[in-house]
């Protein structure tokens, strides 16, 4: 089945402890993002991937990491998490702009 | 400026009513794409529609159809015959060319809609 998983599905933190949220897709596709949702600001993109090795920022990359060492993977870390990176967050990829985009499950983030 | 609005922040209904969910879009871009996603209370965005800028016909998919409109940059979404299990967060979303090689989607903030029995 064609899909992006992305793991864990919900986090509880503590201020400045470092985290990854995996995110895997096995279509194959050389485009991938990560978004946050927020209530009253929908949702904001923080990173893009083009392909392997190639990762730009996206309109809220503060506070954010990513990195592209293989075209399935496009893992979301946060080096040092504050509260205000409390949020939803949804993992995409895309073949084509045309074509839309398969979104992961999301992973609920609360950072205390 | 790329910028989707929809107006309607909430909506709700009786089961079985009609119901339509406005989408407004801003690009100068002359080829684009529309989409419309479902959010129901677990979270996941589940895709519903998409639609080119060269396309206008509408589109029907058994209760839900969608009406695009480019001369009022329009594109509009019915459920007819509403059920409760239409409940959900529905954004609608624009992903231009202009934003160059970076396909992000433009969302809408969104239409909670809560089909009540």
Not at chain 2, 62 to 83: C, D, L, P
Request: aromatic share 12%.
């Amino acid at each position: 089945e064609a899909q992006v998983t992305q793991n864990p599905r919900y986090l509880i933190t503590v201020t400045g402890k470092k985290l990854t949220v995996t995110c895997s897709q096995n279509m194959n596709h050389e485009y991938m993002s990560w978004y946050r949702q927020d209530p009253g600001l929908g949702l904001r993109q923080i990173y893009y991937s083009m392909n392997v090795e190639v990762t730009d920022k996206g309109d809220v990359p503060e506070g954010y990491k990513v990195s592209r060492k293989e075209k399935r993977n496009f893992p979301l870390i946060l080096e040092s998490p504050s509260p205000n990176q409390t949020s939803l967050y949804f993992c995409a990829s895309s073949v084509g702009r045309g074509h839309g985009y398969t979104f992961g499950s999301g992973t609920r983030l609360t950072v205390v | 400026a790329q910028k989707v609005t929809q107006a309607q922040t909430e909506i709700s209904v009786v089961e079985k009513e009609d119901v339509t969910l406005d989408c407004v879009y801003e690009t100068r871009d002359t080829t684009y794409y529309l989409f419309w996603y479902k959010q129901p209370p677990s979270g996941e965005l589940v895709f519903l529609i998409r639609r080119n800028s060269f396309d206008e016909q509408n589109e029907i998919s058994g209760r839900y159809s969608w009406n695009f409109q480019k001369s009022t940059s329009s594109f509009n979404f019915t459920i007819t015959a509403s059920q409760v299990v239409d409940s959900a967060v529905y954004f609608c979303a624009l992903s231009a060319l202009g934003d160059g090689n970076n396909r992000k989607l433009i969302w809408g903030l969104g239409t909670s809609l809560a089909v009540n029995p």
